[in-house]
T-cell receptor, first 114, second 109 residues
Framework: NAGVMQNPRHLVRRRGQEARLRCSPM?????VYWYRQLPEEGLKFMVY????????ESGMPKERFSAEFPKEGPSILRIQQVVRGDSAAYFC????????????FGEGSRLTVL | QKEVEQNSGPLSVPEGAIASLNCTYS??????FFWYRQYSGKSPELIMS????GDKEDGRFTAQLNKASQYVSLLIRDSQPSDSATYLC?????????FGTGTSLTVIP
C-alpha cells in the first residue's frame, strides 16, 4: 500500500544545472499536484496535472520550470538553469477523481542550489 | 482576499490542555475541508477531513465546520508535546486545493 513516492529525497545542483524531480502518485490516483515550500513559509501551489494533461499551471514560473505526467511513468517537475532562489522543498501530492478526494503528500524533494 | 486564512500563531498551550485552531475561507463553493499536520522538515500529513456542517471526532481531534460562517476549526484535546507542529487548513473546490499559511502550535510540558 505504497503512498506517494518522490525521488530524489535530496538533490544538490550548481547554478545553471538542471533539476528533475519525480513523483509516483498513490495507486488509483490520477491527479497530481506539485507544491514548493521555502523554510518557515507556507505551501505554494505550482501545478496540477492529470495523466497527459496540465490542468492548472498558474503557480508555476513561466520560465525554466515545466511539468509533465505521461501516460506511463511518474510525474516529473523539471527546473532548468537552476538559481539559488530555487532552493526549497518540493512536495508532490496526489488525489483520486472523486468529489471529496483527499490529498496525500509525498516525503518531498529537497533541492539545494550551490 | 485570501482563499484560506489562519492565525499564524504561534499558539502555546500547556500539556493536557485543549488547543483550538481556526480557519476561515472565502468561497462558498468550497466543498471539502481538511486539516494537515506538518512537523519541521517533514511533509504535511492529513489528520482530519470534514464535508458537512457540525463536528467530526477522531480520537483526541475534533473538526468543526460551519458553512454559513465559512469557518472550520480543529480542537486537540489533552494536548501532548508530540502535537507540537504547524497545522495547515485546506479547502477543496472542484479539483483544486487551497491551503492556509499554517498555525504553529507548541505544547509545553
Amino acid at each position: 500500500n505504497a503512498g506517494v513516492m518522490q525521488n530524489p529525497r535530496h538533490l544538490v545542483r550548481r547554478r545553471g544545472q538542471e533539476a528533475r524531480l519525480r513523483c509516483s502518485p498513490m495507486k488509483g490516483h490520477s491527479h497530481v499536484y506539485w507544491y514548493r515550500q521555502l523554510p518557515e513559509e507556507g505551501l505554494k501551489f505550482m501545478v496540477y496535472l492529470q495523466k497527459e494533461n496540465i490542468i492548472d499551471e498558474s503557480g508555476m514560473p513561466k520560465e525554466r520550470f515545466s511539468a509533465e505526467f505521461p501516460k506511463e511513468g511518474p510525474s516529473i517537475l523539471r527546473i532548468q538553469q537552476v538559481v539559488r532562489g530555487d532552493s526549497a522543498a518540493y512536495f508532490c501530492a496526489s488525489s483520486d477523481r472523486t468529489g471529496h478526494g483527499e490529498l496525500f503528500f509525498g516525503e518531498g524533494s529537497r533541492l539545494t542550489v550551490l | 482576499q485570501k482563499e484560506v486564512e489562519q492565525n499564524s500563531g504561534p499558539l502555546s498551550v500547556p500539556e493536557g490542555a485543549i488547543a483550538s485552531l481556526n480557519c476561515t475561507y472565502s468561497d462558498r463553493g468550497s466543498q471539502s475541508f481538511f486539516w494537515y499536520r506538518q512537523y519541521s522538515g517533514k511533509s504535511p500529513e492529513l489528520i482530519m477531513s470534514i464535508y458537512s456542517n457540525g463536528d467530526k471526532e477522531d480520537g483526541r481531534f475534533t473538526a468543526q465546520l460551519n458553512k454559513a460562517s465559512q469557518y472550520v476549526s480543529l480542537l486537540i484535546r489533552d494536548s501532548q508535546p508530540s502535537d507540537s507542529a504547524t497545522y495547515l487548513c485546506a479547502v477543496k473546490r472542484g479539483n483544486q486545493f487551497y491551503f492556509g499559511t499554517g498555525t504553529s502550535l507548541t505544547v509545553i510540558p
